[in-house]
C-alpha cells in the first residue's frame, strides 16, 4: 500500500496567517503514528515569487517524510530553485524533478509560463522529460503531479487559467497503464474527475478555498476566495489491488 498526503497552494506571503496555515498542516503530517510514503505539494509556494518567502517556505516543508514540491503560477523558477531547492538556476528552465522509492515513481512537472502567467502549459521540454520517465518505468505506479488541471472543472475562475494545450500529455498518458494518478491544484478547492482515462485528483487548497459558481460568491473574482475556511489536504492511498482510494482531511 502506498500513502501519499497531497496538499496546494500554500502562498506563503499573500496573507498574515499564510505561515501558520501551513504550519498547522506540516504539524499535523510530522505528528502521525506512520510514516508516509510521499508528501506532494503541486504549486504556488510563494505568493509573490520573492526569496524570504521561499526562505519560510523551506522551513516549514522540512519533514520527517519525502516531501516533492512543485511550482505554480505564483512562484519565480529562478528564485524557486536557487532558494527552496538550493539549485543553481539553468537558465530559467522547467523545474522538472522525479522522486523513484521501492514502490512507486513520482514526477513533478512544472506547468509554470514565466514570469507568473496564470494559465499554464507543459512545455516540450517538460512533455519529452516525461516521457523518458515514463519510458523508463514500466513496472511500478507512476503519479504524474503539476499545478494546472488540465480539463475543466466547472468552476469559472479556475476554468479561465487552467491547463493549456492538454493533449499532448493525455496521449503520453494514455500510452502508459502504469500511470496511477493525476494530482494536480491551483483551483483551490478540493475536486475528482478523469483524464486519459486515469483518475485526476485536485488538491485543496491551504491558504483559502474557492467558492463554487452556485456559492455565494463564486462568480465573483473579489469575493470567491474564502480564507475562513481551515485548511486542508488529501491523502491519496494505492493499494496492492491497484485500486486508488482519495480521503479529505480538514485541518484545524
Given at each position: 500500500?502506498?500513502?501519499?498526503?497531497?496538499?496546494?497552494?500554500i502562498?506563503?506571503?499573500?496573507?498574515?496567517?499564510?505561515?501558520?496555515r501551513?504550519n498547522?498542516?506540516?504539524?499535523?503530517?510530522?505528528a502521525?503514528p506512520?510514516d508516509l510514503?510521499?508528501?506532494?505539494?503541486?504549486?504556488d509556494i510563494a505568493?509573490?515569487?520573492?526569496?524570504?518567502?521561499?526562505e519560510?517556505?523551506r522551513?516549514?516543508?522540512?519533514?520527517?517524510?519525502?516531501?516533492?514540491?512543485?511550482?505554480?503560477?505564483?512562484?519565480?523558477r529562478?528564485?524557486f530553485?536557487?532558494?527552496l531547492?538550493?539549485?543553481?538556476?539553468?537558465?530559467?528552465?522547467?523545474i522538472?524533478?522525479?522522486?523513484?522509492?521501492?514502490?512507486?515513481?513520482y514526477?513533478m512537472?512544472?506547468s509554470?509560463?514565466p514570469?507568473?502567467?496564470?494559465?499554464?502549459?507543459?512545455?516540450?521540454?517538460t512533455?519529452?522529460?516525461?516521457?523518458?520517465?515514463?519510458?523508463?518505468?514500466?513496472e511500478?505506479?507512476?503519479?504524474v503531479?503539476?499545478?494546472?488541471?488540465?480539463?475543466?472543472?466547472?468552476?469559472?475562475?479556475?476554468?479561465?487559467?487552467?491547463?493549456?494545450?492538454p493533449?499532448p500529455?493525455e496521449?503520453?498518458?494514455?500510452?502508459?497503464?502504469?500511470?496511477?494518478?493525476?494530482?494536480?491544484?491551483?483551483?483551490?478547492?478540493?475536486a475528482?474527475t478523469?483524464?486519459?482515462?486515469?483518475p485526476?485528483?485536485?488538491?485543496?487548497?491551504?491558504?483559502?478555498?474557492?467558492?463554487?459558481?452556485?456559492?455565494?460568491?463564486?462568480?465573483?473574482?473579489?469575493?470567491?476566495?474564502?480564507?475562513d475556511?481551515?485548511?486542508s489536504i488529501?491523502?491519496?492511498?494505492?493499494?496492492d489491488d491497484?485500486?486508488?482510494?482519495?480521503h479529505?482531511r480538514?485541518?484545524?
Amino acid at each position: 500500500m502506498i500513502v501519499i498526503a497531497h496538499l496546494s497552494d500554500i502562498h506563503i506571503g499573500a496573507t498574515p496567517g499564510s505561515v501558520d496555515r501551513a504550519n498547522a498542516v506540516m504539524r499535523y503530517l510530522d505528528a502521525l503514528p506512520g510514516d508516509l510514503d510521499m508528501v506532494l505539494v503541486t504549486g504556488d509556494i510563494a505568493d509573490h515569487g520573492v526569496a524570504e518567502e521561499y526562505e519560510e517556505a523551506r522551513k516549514l516543508l522540512t519533514s520527517r517524510h519525502p516531501v516533492l514540491v512543485g511550482p505554480g503560477n505564483h512562484d519565480v523558477r529562478e528564485e524557486f530553485r536557487r532558494v527552496l531547492l538550493g539549485l543553481p538556476d539553468p537558465g530559467g528552465r522547467p523545474i522538472n524533478q522525479v522522486f523513484r522509492s521501492s514502490k512507486a515513481v513520482y514526477a513533478m512537472c512544472d506547468s509554470s509560463i514565466p514570469p507568473r502567467q496564470n494559465p499554464g502549459l507543459l512545455d516540450d521540454e517538460t512533455i519529452a522529460w516525461l516521457e523518458g520517465v515514463l519510458e523508463g518505468e514500466r513496472e511500478l505506479p507512476v503519479f504524474v503531479a503539476f499545478h494546472h488541471p488540465p480539463v475543466t472543472l466547472h468552476s469559472p475562475i479556475a476554468d479561465a487559467i487552467m491547463l493549456r494545450r492538454p493533449e499532448p500529455l493525455e496521449s503520453l498518458i494514455a500510452r502508459h497503464p502504469n500511470v496511477a494518478a493525476v494530482l494536480v491544484g491551483h483551483a483551490h478547492t478540493a475536486a475528482a474527475t478523469t483524464f486519459a482515462g486515469r483518475p485526476l485528483l485536485v488538491g485543496p487548497g491551504v491558504i483559502s478555498t474557492l467558492k463554487l459558481p452556485w456559492e455565494e460568491g463564486g462568480t465573483s473574482p473579489e469575493n470567491c476566495a474564502d480564507y475562513d475556511v481551515p485548511p486542508s489536504i488529501a491523502f491519496h492511498v494505492f493499494d496492492d489491488d491497484g485500486r486508488l482510494t482519495t480521503h479529505y482531511r480538514v485541518i484545524q
